[in-house]
């Protein structure tokens, strides 16, 4: 089982950057994927970027270059760096993991944190 804690989320202006953070603890064979989704309310949630254990990476279509996401293997953490925030951004921010752990893959999700952005 993975456990993820997310942070970074809160309240910024418009034009701003925000960088989110969530660190996975407990016991898995490895770590394949790792991302953020977001939702807000009566929408589905939506990918925002993922980071493969390759490296390579995938964007949401809305990100237009504005977002980065990186991860630190060794920490077992993934970050969301964003800027240019727009309001369209307010959203409820989740990480995503994907993980193999007793020869199945499992999907693993944190809890949330909110993104607000506004003026």
């Known amino acids: 089982q993975l456990e993820l804690v997310e942070s970074g989320g809160g309240l910024v202006q418009p034009g701003g950057s925000l960088r989110l953070s969530c660190a996975a603890s407990?016991?898995?064979?490895?770590?394949?994927?790792m991302g953020w989704y977001r939702q807000t309310p009566g929408k589905q949630r939506e990918l925002v970027a993922v980071?493969?254990?390759?490296?390579?990476?995938n964007y949401g279509e809305f990100v237009k270059g504005r977002f980065t996401i990186s991860r630190d293997n060794v920490k077992k953490t993934v970050y969301l760096q964003m800027t240019s925030l727009t309001p369209e951004d307010t959203a409820i921010y989740y990480c995503?993991?994907?993980?193999?752990?007793?020869?199945?893959?499992?999907?693993?999700w944190g809890q949330g944190t909110q993104v607000t952005v506004s003026s």
């Open positions: 407990g016991n898995v064979a490895s770590i394949e994927n």
């Open positions: 980071i493969y254990s390759s490296g390579s990476r």
């Open positions: 995503n993991v994907l993980a193999r752990a007793a020869g199945i893959t499992v999907n693993f």
